[in-house]
Structures are given as structure tokens and as C-alpha cells.
């Protein structure tokens, strides 16, 4: 997917900014924090997951999302969330 | 507020979740602990324990096993061995199982969700984020009456016998259980009892002299040098002596008397602050016992509250008392009650509550009696028993 896709979800964006506060989370609760439907959240996930930017660990029945620190692709949204957030607060 | 110098140098370390690094007078059962824990800094995964703590009220109970905590947990990382103290407190979680082991989840996991998984689903979550984590757990299961009171026999047998369903692998969860008693313990079923009870601590009450210094050891690290003197501590000592030897209940009055000497702007914390700190968390000067005394008796009494409210002594003798009320007789144009007479209406203050009185042992010069005032700030005696004899005059 090309970056201009995989960023072109402002749901996507909140996402990763979320993951990016609070480490890890399931889809439910994604889902309640940014007041969409389970179905939207999930669908978002995938893509992210597919892109090799979110990674989920299963506990039981629960799915945990989290970020793959790993990815380059998360190194680089990092630097770019935390340039444009400290941007805006000045 | 004081607008002075406060007479706090830090606060904080009388805060009830305050863990001192030094435990005066629970050495032992530091080491023990140590002791009972220390194949956890060897090969955790070997073996898991089970440990109780029994003592009443303020006996260092939490305070031991949450020492022992930051200090196992300090050497174990020292020795890059994965070792996690997690303390909870039962009440606070209901006494439910799956409450509190959510708690020790999210530990692990901040954001895990709380629900959409059974009790034994958790159970499981658990022993896998152990595994994932190669971690053992000292989970230490404070008022573990309340668990035991809502989970019954089952909840603790799961919690202990957890091995048994994975035989083989490595050892996750040790348990501490800490309770007042082994009550409790004998509500669960005899196989559940039996996995618990074989290493236990039992904490005895903190005599007078060891509540000292346990009260000398935080004013050193609480107040500003010089500002706690021996007397306030003694007296304090013996307040807690009487609520059953309780630590933190005297811990909580230094606090709180610290507190009243800097409202009203003094360098030190004076016995008449300890005084005010009790009083204002027991009630002990009934208006009623004063309106029943005798003449005598309230000239006594004034006597005594006039003494300690003026020298600021923790304790006075029955001599010293006598003397003073002799003059107040003067001044009240009476004839004293004889000395055997007094010593029986100190008698009847003690068990009213109002003073405390001591016999020395006999010595070459005889028995000596001391009077202390530990519960009523003297102030407040002094004026009401003046209320109570200016209506006594009046009538007459």
C-alpha cells in the first residue's frame, strides 16, 4: 500500500496516535475511545496490522494491538507524530 | 496554617503507605522472610512458597512484607532475574479473585480489557504472561480475610495448587497471605489449609520501649532536629501501647500532633499537642464524669490538669499533685482530704479514663505513684472542671 493509502485515514491516524500514548490496546476499546463502530476499528487494525505497523498478541480470547517496534515505518510515524504534536503545542 | 517554621522536616514519612528503609524490632522476621524467599535469587523457577503473616492491628504486617518486597525485588535485578513483588490489598478489591488477579494483568498489561474472560480464563492469561515475561511473582494478598470470606476453599486452592495443572513447567507465583489471624484460615477446607499453613510469621505486639523507637526512628526522619522532645514520644509510645500496641496508630499521632503544634505556631510538639491530636481522634473527656465528681475530686483533678498544662511534663508524681491541690484547697477555703483518700480518687479517674496512674516498685524510700494524662489535652480539663466548680460555689 502506498503511504499516501495507508496515511489517508484520519481513524488511522488517531490510532496510531493513541498507540503511540498508551502502548497497547484491544479493538473494543479503540473502538469506545474514538467512538466508532467494532467493525470500523477492526477493519483499520488489519490495515495497519498488513502493513507491518501494528502487531496483536493473543491472551486467551483477548487481542492486544500494539506497535512493531520493529518497523521502520513505526520509527519514522514516531518521529513524525512527535514532531508535528510538539509543533503544535508551540 | 502556621505562618512559622514548620516542625516538619518531611512529612511524608509518617504517610501510612510510607515503607521506612529500617523496620526496627521486625529484623527477624525480615531475615525470615528472606529466608523462606531465597531460592527466588538462585532458580525462581524451581519452586514457588507460600508464606503467612499474622499480627493485629498496627504490628508491621504490610509494612514487613512491602520491605521485604522492594528488597527482594532490588537484589533480584542486581542478578537480571525476572522478579516481580506485587502487593494488593484484598478489601480494596472485594476479596474477588478475579478482581485481584486482574490487578496483577495489569501490572503487566496497563491497558488490558476487564471483561470478555472468565475468572479461569484470567487464571490462564496469567500463567501465559508469566511465561511470555519468563517472570516470577511474589503476590502478596493483604486482609486476606476478605479474600477468603468471598472466595471461600476454591479461589485459594486454585491459587496455590496452580502448579499442578502444569506440571514440568517453570514455577510462576508465590504467595504471601496476610491476615490478623488464622481465624479465617479455618473457614477453607483441610487440603486448602494444608498448603497454607506451614510457614507462618507471627508478629507480636509492639511493647512500650519498642514503639519508642519505632516513633523515635520516623521523628528523626520526619520533624526538624530537637522538635519532637522524649516526653511527646513517651507519651505517644504509651497511647499506642494502649490501643493494643499499635504502630501506625501512633505513627498517625505524631503525625497529627506535629500537625496542631504547627497551627499554633510552637518549635516543638509539646505532650499538650499529643494530647490535643488524641482527643481529637477519641473523644475521652464525657462532660457527664466531670458533673459527678466531688468537690475534692474536681479540686484534684484541677490540680493535675494545672501541672501538666503549665510544666508540659509527660508525667507527674502524686506528690507533686498533692502539693498543688493543697494550694487550690486554700483558695477554695477547704480542708485537703487526706493523702489515702487521693489516692483513691485517682483511682476512680483511671477508671473513668481520664488519667493514667503507674505504682514504681517498692524501692528503699517505698511505692511512688506517676500520673500521666495521655487522652485529654490538659487545657481543655482545666477549663471544664473550673466550669464545674464555679457552678458548684454558686449553688452553694
Same mark, same amino acid.
Request: glycine share 4%.
Given at each position: 500500500?502506498?503511504?499516501?493509502?495507508?496515511?489517508?485515514?484520519?481513524?488511522?491516524?488517531?490510532?496510531?496516535?493513541?498507540?503511540?500514548?498508551v502502548?497497547?490496546?484491544n479493538?473494543?476499546?479503540?473502538?469506545?475511545?474514538?467512538?466508532?463502530n467494532?467493525? %470500523?476499528?477492526? =477493519?483499520?487494525?488489519?490495515i !495497519?496490522?498488513?502493513?507491518?505497523?501494528l $502487531?496483536? @498478541?493473543?491472551?486467551?480470547?483477548?487481542r492486544l494491538?500494539?506497535?512493531?517496534?520493529?518497523? %521502520?515505518?513505526? =520509527?519514522?510515524?514516531?518521529? !513524525?507524530?512527535?514532531?508535528?504534536?510538539? $509543533?503544535? @503545542?508551540? | 496554617?502556621?505562618?512559622?517554621?514548620?516542625?516538619?522536616?518531611?512529612?511524608?514519612?509518617?504517610?501510612?503507605?510510607?515503607?521506612?528503609?529500617?523496620?526496627p524490632?521486625?529484623?527477624?522476621?525480615?531475615?525470615?522472610?528472606?529466608?523462606?524467599?531465597?531460592?527466588?535469587?538462585?532458580?525462581?523457577?524451581?519452586?514457588?512458597?507460600?508464606?503467612?503473616?499474622?499480627?493485629?492491628?498496627?504490628?508491621?504486617k504490610?509494612?514487613?512484607?512491602q520491605?521485604f518486597?522492594?528488597?527482594?525485588t532490588?537484589?533480584?535485578?542486581?542478578?537480571?532475574?525476572?522478579?516481580?513483588?506485587?502487593?494488593?490489598?484484598?478489601?480494596?478489591?472485594?476479596?474477588?479473585?478475579?478482581?485481584v488477579?486482574?490487578?496483577?494483568?495489569?501490572v503487566?498489561?496497563?491497558?488490558?480489557?476487564?471483561?470478555?474472560?472468565?475468572?479461569?480464563?484470567?487464571?490462564?492469561?496469567?500463567?501465559?504472561?508469566?511465561?511470555?515475561?519468563?517472570?516470577?511473582?511474589i503476590?502478596s494478598?493483604?486482609?486476606?480475610?476478605?479474600?477468603?470470606?468471598?472466595?471461600?476453599?476454591?479461589?485459594?486452592?486454585?491459587?496455590?495448587?496452580?502448579?499442578?495443572?502444569?506440571?514440568?513447567?517453570?514455577?510462576?507465583?508465590?504467595?504471601?497471605c496476610?491476615?490478623?489471624?488464622?481465624?479465617?484460615?479455618?473457614?477453607?477446607?483441610?487440603?486448602?489449609?494444608?498448603?497454607?499453613?506451614?510457614?507462618?510469621?507471627?508478629?507480636?505486639k509492639?511493647?512500650?520501649?519498642?514503639?519508642?523507637?519505632i516513633?523515635?526512628?520516623r521523628?528523626?526522619s520526619?520533624f526538624r532536629?530537637?522538635?519532637?522532645?522524649?516526653?511527646?514520644?513517651?507519651?505517644?509510645?504509651?497511647?499506642?501501647?494502649?490501643?493494643?500496641?499499635?504502630?501506625?496508630?501512633?505513627?498517625?499521632?505524631?503525625?497529627?500532633?506535629?500537625?496542631?503544634?504547627?497551627?499554633?505556631?510552637?518549635?516543638?510538639?509539646?505532650?499538650e499537642?499529643?494530647?490535643?491530636?488524641?482527643?481529637?481522634?477519641?473523644?475521652?473527656?464525657?462532660?457527664?464524669?466531670?458533673?459527678?465528681?466531688?468537690?475534692?475530686?474536681?479540686?484534684?483533678?484541677?490540680?493535675?490538669?494545672?501541672?501538666?498544662?503549665?510544666?508540659?511534663?509527660?508525667?507527674?508524681?502524686?506528690?507533686?499533685?498533692?502539693?498543688?491541690?493543697?494550694?487550690?484547697?486554700?483558695?477554695f477555703?477547704?480542708t485537703?482530704?487526706?493523702?489515702?483518700?487521693?489516692?483513691?480518687?485517682l483511682?476512680?479517674?483511671?477508671?473513668?479514663?481520664?488519667v493514667?496512674?503507674?505504682?514504681?516498685?517498692?524501692?528503699?524510700r517505698?511505692?511512688?505513684?506517676?500520673?500521666?494524662?495521655?487522652?485529654?489535652?490538659?487545657?481543655?480539663?482545666?477549663?471544664?472542671?473550673?466550669?464545674?466548680?464555679?457552678?458548684?460555689?454558686?449553688?452553694?
Amino acid at each position: 500500500m502506498n503511504i499516501e493509502d495507508a496515511l489517508s485515514s484520519r481513524i488511522r491516524i488517531k490510532i496510531l496516535k493513541m498507540l503511540f500514548k498508551v502502548g497497547e490496546l484491544n479493538v473494543s476499546e479503540i473502538a469506545r475511545r474514538l467512538n466508532i463502530n467494532y467493525q %470500523s476499528a477492526s =477493519k483499520h487494525m488489519k490495515i !495497519l496490522e498488513e502493513e507491518g505497523i501494528l $502487531q496483536h @498478541k493473543m491472551f486467551g480470547r483477548i487481542r492486544l494491538y500494539r506497535l512493531n517496534e520493529h518497523s %521502520s515505518k513505526v =520509527k519514522a510515524l514516531r518521529n !513524525l507524530i512527535d514532531v508535528w504534536e510538539h $509543533q503544535d @503545542k508551540n | 496554617m502556621s505562618q512559622g517554621r514548620s516542625v516538619f522536616r518531611d512529612e511524608t514519612k509518617l504517610d501510612i503507605n510510607y515503607v521506612p528503609h529500617r523496620l526496627p524490632h521486625r529484623e527477624h522476621e525480615l531475615r525470615l522472610l528472606r529466608e523462606f524467599f531465597g531460592f527466588t535469587l538462585q532458580s525462581p523457577e524451581k519452586m514457588a512458597q507460600r508464606v503467612m503473616i499474622t499480627g493485629d492491628v498496627g504490628t508491621g504486617k504490610t509494612a514487613l512484607s512491602q520491605r521485604f518486597g522492594a528488597d527482594i525485588t532490588h537484589e533480584a535485578n542486581l542478578r537480571a532475574i525476572n522478579l516481580r513483588y506485587i502487593h494488593v490489598n484484598c478489601r480494596e478489591y472485594k476479596g474477588s479473585l478475579f478482581l485481584v488477579l486482574q490487578h496483577v494483568v495489569s501490572v503487566f498489561h496497563p491497558n488490558f480489557p476487564k471483561r470478555g474472560y472468565s475468572g479461569e480464563e484470567l487464571l490462564q492469561i496469567l500463567v501465559q504472561i508469566l511465561d511470555e515475561e519468563n517472570s516470577h511473582i511474589i503476590l502478596s494478598l493483604d486482609e486476606f480475610e476478605s479474600f477468603v470470606e468471598r472466595e471461600g476453599s476454591d479461589a485459594v486452592y486454585e491459587l496455590t495448587r496452580l502448579q499442578e495443572t502444569r506440571q514440568n513447567k517453570p514455577q510462576r507465583l508465590s504467595l504471601i497471605c496476610i491476615l490478623r489471624n488464622l481465624e479465617a484460615v479455618k473457614q477453607l477446607d483441610a487440603s486448602t489449609r494444608s498448603t497454607l499453613q506451614s510457614n507462618i510469621i507471627d508478629l507480636e505486639k509492639y511493647p512500650k520501649q519498642q514503639l519508642i523507637d519505632i516513633l523515635n526512628d520516623r521523628v528523626s526522619s520526619a520533624f526538624r532536629p530537637m522538635a519532637v522532645p522524649e516526653g511527646t514520644v513517651g507519651l505517644i509510645a504509651e497511647l499506642a501501647c494502649s490501643e493494643g500496641g499499635n504502630a501506625r496508630f501512633g505513627i498517625e499521632l505524631l503525625w497529627r500532633a506535629g500537625k496542631y503544634a504547627n497551627a499554633e505556631d510552637l518549635d516543638t510538639v509539646t505532650p499538650e499537642c499529643a494530647r490535643e491530636a488524641v482527643s481529637s481522634i477519641i473523644p475521652a473527656l464525657r462532660k457527664s464524669d466531670v458533673a459527678t465528681l466531688s468537690l475534692h475530686e474536681k479540686l484534684f483533678l484541677l490540680a493535675i490538669a494545672k501541672i501538666f498544662k503549665e510544666s508540659q511534663k509527660e508525667s507527674l508524681s502524686l506528690n507533686e499533685a498533692e502539693q498543688t491541690y493543697a494550694v487550690l484547697c486554700e483558695e477554695f477555703n477547704t480542708t485537703p482530704v487526706s493523702h489515702t483518700q487521693l489516692w483513691k480518687y485517682l483511682k476512680n479517674f483511671s477508671s473513668l479514663g481520664i488519667v493514667q496512674s503507674k505504682v514504681s516498685g517498692t524501692g528503699s524510700r517505698g511505692r511512688s505513684t506517676t500520673i500521666s494524662l495521655p487522652r485529654i489535652p490538659a487545657h481543655e480539663l482545666e477549663k471544664e472542671l473550673k466550669i464545674s466548680l464555679s457552678k458548684e460555689t454558686e449553688k452553694s
